[in-house]
Structure formats: structure tokens, C-alpha cells
């Protein structure tokens, strides 16, 4: 069964990348850091797949992620090519991006969010090898890529590459998503966890604001604060999970637009910065400012309507990388909890006397058939549960 507070959290999350893109307000990312809570919720997911398929989970990852790429690339680069890209052997970063891909004036902001993926890409190779780590070291894992950041901005370590600045910006909270997939941010009391969040912000906080980065008070233009600020955000959302989520799916139309934000979340990503570019021109025909409010939010539905169609059209190669029948607009048939039973936390309950926890094993003697030794038959005999209805044993989980 999908976890639903975390669809709720990466919804939140994807729209939040896109008001703010729109819109380019500082506090959203204070209010929320996106990035690194949806870093941190693929980590997770990551280490459920590492449980379940083992190194195989770097295969179905990529089989994931990649075709929404690639129809990206097949609409975009092309029409690069025809306005100025060279053609030359990066190219092919747009198949497999290890590496910035190359773009042209427009495309370089248009596609601006590829280094997401290029990020998402890193972890996920280097995830066997992380999670090995954080099997044995947890808290050294778990540090090191906080160390390496302050190692960084302190000027210890000057002018690295690129990927090990990302790394250490980002890689911290996908560990965190190690750890909630672990159940250690849950275990954690609250004597700890919340003076330790609270540190975290505040120290973030001061950092962003006496040592203001690239963007002003933006956290995305401070990594230290950024790291810091996201990771007491991270240990409240995910060490705080709540036991209760059926009232996620109480209304119909917002568990739908939860599930339909979760289905086609690399689709809203990819393409929603092309159409706050695409519409940047005609907003400064008709004088919409970033103060003006009604403009501001016209540009926000306008956005979104525009990812609708998008959706519509090519959003069901997610569906297909996943191995999901391709739907046009997911979530349709959902079916919400009993009613009765729709607040009780999950919990694993103890097996009875002579049963194995999901149905009884009812030994029932067997008339011998000819030529056989009259050996007993077990018998299934499915159990009543408390609510009255008969259980129907454990649902897959899916660890996307």
C-alpha cells in the first residue's frame, strides 16, 4: 500500500517548485524547501527498492526516470539544433545526463531544471554503495555530506567541481530519506528530535542572514544555510509522520490531484519552466509585474493549464516506464478505506496460538485416497478480523 502522507509531501512539493518559478519568491523556499524534501523522499523510496531488488534497484530507477527525458529531448533539442546548438557529441548527455547536457541561449533556462535530474541520476548510482555505508556508519554517513558543505562555504575546501558542491548540498537530504526508510527518524524522541530541528533552523537562519548568498535571503543561492535550514525542515516532516493519512483521501478531488501530481511528477517538473519562460513576453505586453498580484496569479493558472495539456499528451510515459497501465488522467479508480477502519494505524499484530499472523493453519484430517499414506491436509481457514470482514492477507508495497 503507497504511503500516502508521502504523495502528499511530494505534491506539495512539486507545486511549490513551480509557484515559486513563477512567481521568484525568496520566502517560499524558507516556508518550504522543496528541493531537498523531494531529494529526501527519493532517498527513501531508493532505500525501500535497495531492500526489496538489491543492486537491481539502480536499473529500475533509471527505467523510471529516463523516457520522460528522452521525450523531453526529442521535442527540445532538435529545435536547439535549428536555432544555434552545435551538433557535436554532448549531444548525447541528453540521453543519459551525467553531465549538464548542452542548450542554447533559450534552452539553457527553458530546460534549466535538467540539473534535478542529473543530480537524481548521481545518487541513484551511488546509491548501493551509500546504503552499504549507512547500513554500518549511519551517523558518519549521515554527517558527511553536511561536513562537506560547511568544508566548502568555509573556504576549507576551495573551488571544487560541481558534482561534489551538489553532493554535499543534496546528498545529505537524500540520506535522511535513508533514514525514515530505516524507521530511525521515527524512533527518534522527541527530547532530541525537535531541539535538534530547531537548531538546525536557527543556524541556517543565521547563516542565510548574516552571510546573505548569491540570491539574497534565497536559500538557493546559500548552500550551507540551504543544507542546514532543509534538514531541521526534513526531520519535523518525515520524523513527524503521521500514523493516521486517511483523511488525505476523505475528498475525492484533492486525493485525486495527489495522486495525479505523484503519477506525473517528472512531467510537471521537466516542462513547467519552458512555459514560465514561453509566457515571460506576453506577460511584459500586457504590464504584469512581479507586484502585481492578479498577474502573478493569472501567470500561475496559466502555467498550470499549460502542464494540463502536457499531461494529457505525453504524461503516460510514466505510466509505461513504471509498468503501469497508461492512463490520461490517473487516480480514477482509487478506492478509499472502510470507513470503520479508515483511522486505525497500521501496526503489525502478533500471530495467535497456531495461526501465521494473516490466516490460520487449520490441520484437517483427510480420508486417504487410494495408494496413499493418509497424510493430513492443511487448510487455509481465513480469519475474521476485528471490524467483522475477513482478511485478505498483505498488499504489495510499492517502493517507486
Sequence with gaps: MRNRYLDLLRALAVVRVVVYHVTGWATMTLVFPAMSVMFALAGSLMAASLHRFGTAAVGRRLRRLLPSLWVLAAVFVPAMLLTGLPLTPKVLLWLFPVSDPPANDWGALALSPIWYLRNYLWFVLVSPLAWWLFRRAPLPTLVAPYALTAAIELGLYPDPPMVVQQFG??????????????????????????????????VGGWWNFTQPGTRGFDLNGNPLANALWSA????????????????????????????LINRRALTVYLWHMAFVVALTPLVDVVGWSHQNPIGLAIRVVLVFALLGVVILLIGWVEDIAA?????????????????????????PRAPEAGTTGERSVVPVPRAPEAGTTGERSVVPVPRASETGRTETGVRDVDAR
Design 169 to 202: 548540498l543534496y546528498l545529505g537530504a537524500w540520506m535522511l530519506g535513508f533514514a525514515h526508510q530505516e524507521g530511525m527518524l521515527r524512533r527518534l524522541p522527541n527530547r532530541f528530535l525537535w531541539p535538534t530541528a530547531v537548531a538546525l533552523v536557527a
Design 232 to 259: 531541521g525542515v526534513i526531520l519535523v516532516v518525515l520524523g513527524r509522520e503521521p500514523a493516521r493519512t486517511a483523511w488525505i483521501d476523505r475528498n475525492a478531488i484533492f486525493s485525486r490531484a495527489v495522486t
Design 323 to 347: 509498468r503501469r497501465r497508461p492512463e490520461l488522467i490517473p487516480g480514477g479508480r482509487r478506492r478509499a478505506a472502510p470507513p470503520e477502519a479508515a483511522d486505525q494505524p497500521v501496526a
